[in-house]
């Protein structure tokens, strides 16, 4: 404020608040350093005072008695101006004024100083600044944050934080104009917007200042590559998925394809495009892993190989398990049993049991007849080939076995007689060479 604004900020003076003190009335008066002010004394009326003493702390403040004192003067008024402010001018004047009728005017003024703050300064270490102004840090890193800011008198500086989980949280508070605190170990409950504040405590002007921060981490574990059939066996869907990193990171299936920002990638590939003994790699990149330390996931490509015993015999009436494994093909193949040289699809019911224990796949016939017999095949196929076990089920009845059973027990019968008149003839052997031997 300037000189010749005078008049103005005498005029605004009458604003000032009054307050009631002990039975008078005391004028609250508030300015910044080196604003010009005016401290009124006699406002009641047009005449002005014959004579008017100012006092401070109990001693005359008389004008032009010295340095600092030359910036004040007395109006015609009565009202004690100041050309400029200064720390040290703050406090309680007295005026005391006798009006040309020898009448007295006493009036109690309270000046106060408050400049300030204009701007805070902060500072959030060790962090790396984003083009639009956001802070980031890492996982587990010690970070500091520094608050400075100046006024008449000194401001109340406050730190506060706004989370995903918090609203304006304080976090530290002091009065001067320097305000720290550190956070060891930073986590991602951390991330947020951290302000400071700074308040002029007399004259209540404040400014804030807010940065968001941002907490990165990745996670220590490799992608998840995973596959889901379809029905359609010539295909398949790989799904990879790498979780516990901040920011996203970026995935990719194949060297051909770019990154896609993304923490689950899924892409469909058909028979055309695979082969046996194929890998299949999926990446992952994120900012805090370093150049060439992506980390990964994969398949080898195996087509099916059905195996078990191609010769099953069974007994009419009986029931009989045909069984086939294929613990090899990567994605795991589609298994199905099918019966004569059509291959038609066996249809679970009373007739056809089927089931899967691990890796293995049986069919069970219940009651098995002489139609029954013939050709099955265990067929199995994944994205990469389709490949058959061939299984030939022969189907005896009770009389093959009858006729067998009396085979066995003739030839037996053939064979001990033949034992016995072995024996007779070599136990006897010397009679025969004299001839005296009969049987």
Not at 161 to 189: C, K, Y
Not at 373 to 393: D, I, Q, T, W
């Amino acid at each position: 404020m300037v000189r010749h604004v005078l008049t103005t900020a005498a005029t605004l003076l009458h604003l000032c608040a009054a307050v009631s003190l002990n039975g008078s009335t005391e004028t609250v008066v508030t300015a910044a350093p080196g604003d010009v002010v005016l401290l009124p004394c006699y406002t009641d009326g047009v005449v002005s005072p014959a004579v008017t003493k100012w006092e401070k702390n109990g001693r005359e403040v008389v004008p032009g008695g010295g340095p600092s004192a030359q910036r004040l003067a007395v109006q015609h008024d009565g009202s004690l101006s100041f050309d400029g402010v200064m720390p040290g001018d703050e406090g309680t004047y007295l005026c005391n004024s006798t009006l040309p009728d020898n009448s007295t005017v006493h009036a109690r003024v309270l000046l106060q100083l408050a400049g300030g703050p204009e701007k805070v300064l902060t500072t959030i270490q060790p962090t790396t600044v984003l083009p639009n102004g956001t802070l980031t840090t890492y996982l587990g890193a010690s970070v500091i944050f520094n608050c400075s800011s100046s006024s008449y008198p000194s401001p109340q500086l406050t730190w506060a934080f706004r989370g995903a989980s918090s609203s304006n949280n304080s976090l530290v508070s002091t009065r001067g104009s320097w305000l720290d605190f550190r956070i060891e170990e930073v986590q991602p409950v951390h991330q947020g917007v951290y302000s400071c504040n700074a308040q002029n405590s007399i004259s209540r002007q404040s400014v804030n200042k807010s940065t968001q921060l941002l907490v990165y981490y990745v996670s220590d574990r490799h992608p998840e590559c995973m596959w889901a059939t379809l029905p359609d066996s010539s295909v398949v869907k790989f799904k990879c998925s790498w979780f516990g990193s901040y920011p996203t990171p970026q995935l990719r299936w194949r060297e051909s394809d770019s990154f896609t920002v993304t923490d689950s990638l899924t892409v469909t590939m058909n028979r055309s495009i695979l082969t046996e003994g194929q890998t299949v790699k999926c990446t992952a990149q994120h900012q805090l892993l370093g150049p060439g330390k992506e980390k990964s996931c994969f398949f080898v490509l195996k087509g099916p190989y059905p195996v078990g015993d191609p010769m099953v015999a069974a007994l009419e009436g009986r029931s009989v398990t045909l069984s086939c494994s294929d613990n090899m093909s990567i994605p795991p193949a589609n298994t199905t049993w099918r019966k004569g040289m059509k291959q038609d699809y066996i249809v679970p019911g009373s007739k056809y049991i089927l089931s899967q224990d691990g890796p293995v796949f049986k069919l069970t016939i219940v009651n098995v007849s002489k139609d029954d017999e013939g050709v099955y095949f265990c067929h199995s196929e994944n994205p990469l080939a389709a490949r058959e076990l061939e299984v030939y089920l022969t189907v005896k009845t009770s009389l093959d076995y009858t006729g067998a059973i009396i085979g066995v027990f003739i030839a037996a019968l053939i064979l001990g007689s033949s034992i016995m008149i072995a024996r007779t003839l070599y136990s006897n052997r010397h009679r025969i060479c004299l001839g005296n031997f009969t049987l």
